[in-house]
């Protein structure tokens, strides 16, 4: 298939089908009653692991054969490409599984975001930067939005508030006043806000590898200067929604059911911290086009213990009416 990239009104009509990307069609708004709850849960802290399990699925681990090339990026300069490898061939799905709870101790660090959407033949991509924070399971994000084709060549930024077990979005558009916040439940969605948004949620990035079946050690690299150690493989959303955190689960098992496969595909980099520096996804998701939509999300941390000031909106600005499709 030849994919193009398209601007103008096509783009909205056509990309997705899911959140931002095509206007987030949901009555999930809620009362302002459960703006409470978020408020309570987003000031708790967690010290140590968050997962559910440490165990995860069975898994087929193996590295790259000795001469062959990472999949990706240079290798590091201090070494051969399997220098820094965990020393047991079972601690790659382990180091991976545990990504989550070295972001937990990490505290906070700044997010870069990418969503990329493949629908028909027509491919866009959502940009993000903020920052989020693991032990109060909060993160703020800038959602830059394609041109919508209006002639003015503006994109439109989202600002976006991240908890437990809800998004809010301002600036939203669709008919929601400007100075209004639209909040939407995370576990009512089909895919539990790990695309919806128009960025996967850092936390939930990460405690999606918890259900890590298959990996591969590709070697030592760079990102941005720092080395990390890069693996492949895929992980399964339900796998990782059982050994999730009590937070994070709820969106993962409603994801479970929203995505035409449970497997995922993913490449991830740890730094010798262990903690998670860049994670690549791959989704198909099941919108009700013929053959879904192709997603790709890629979220990369860095800063680590960066200030990540969250305030959530009070409760008479979070808009309570329908928000509608975009263009409707």
């Not at 924070?133 to 084709?149: F, M």
């Not at 437990?164 to 400007?178: D, H, Q």
């Not at 994670?279 to 979220?299: D, L, P, Y």
Request: aromatic share 4%; glycine share 14%; charged share 25%.
């Amino acid at each position: 298939m030849v994919v193009q990239d398209r601007r103008g009104g096509a783009v909205a009509a056509a990309v997705c089908g899911v959140g931002l990307v095509a206007g987030l069609l949901t009555t999930g708004c809620s009362p302002n009653g459960a703006a409470a709850d978020d408020h309570a849960s987003a000031g708790r802290s967690a010290d140590g692991p968050v997962g559910g399990s440490a165990a995860g699925p069975p898994f087929t681990d193996r590295a790259r054969p000795p001469g062959s090339r990472p999949s990706a990026g240079p290798r590091d300069a201090a070494g051969p490409a399997d220098a820094g490898a965990p020393s047991g061939r079972t601690d790659y799905a382990a180091a991976l599984r545990a990504g989550a709870d070295a972001l937990v101790r990490a505290g906070t660090s700044r997010v870069r975001t990418e969503l990329e959407t493949v629908s028909g033949g027509t491919r866009v991509a959502i940009r993000g930067t903020g920052g989020h924070d693991y032990r109060k399971r909060t993160g703020k994000l800038n959602v830059r939005l394609p041109d919508t084709g209006d002639g003015s060549g503006a994109q439109r930024t989202i600002t976006e508030i991240l908890t437990p077990s809800a998004l809010y979005m301002k600036n939203r558009g669709a008919g929601v006043p400007a100075d209004k916040w639209v909040r939407v439940d995370t576990a009512s969605l089909a895919d539990g806000n790990l695309v919806t948004g128009g960025a996967t949620d850092p936390m939930a990035a990460a405690e999606l590898l918890r259900g890590v079946r298959e990996v591969t050690y590709e070697g030592r690299e760079r990102l941005d200067g720092i080395p990390v150690r890069h693996f492949s493989g895929t992980t399964d959303i339900g796998s990782a929604a059982r050994a999730a955190s009590p937070a994070v689960r709820p969106a993962l098992t409603a994801a479970e059911k929203g995505f035409t496969t449970d497997v995922v595909a993913f490449d991830a980099f740890l730094d010798d911290a262990g903690r998670l520096r860049k994670v690549r996804q791959r989704f198909r998701f099941a919108n009700g086009t013929r053959g879904g939509t192709s997603v790709t999300s890629t979220t990369t941390l860095y800063g680590f213990g960066a200030p990540v000031p969250v305030r959530l909106p009070d409760r008479d600005d979070i808009y309570t009416g329908k928000v509608a499709a975009a263009g409707g």
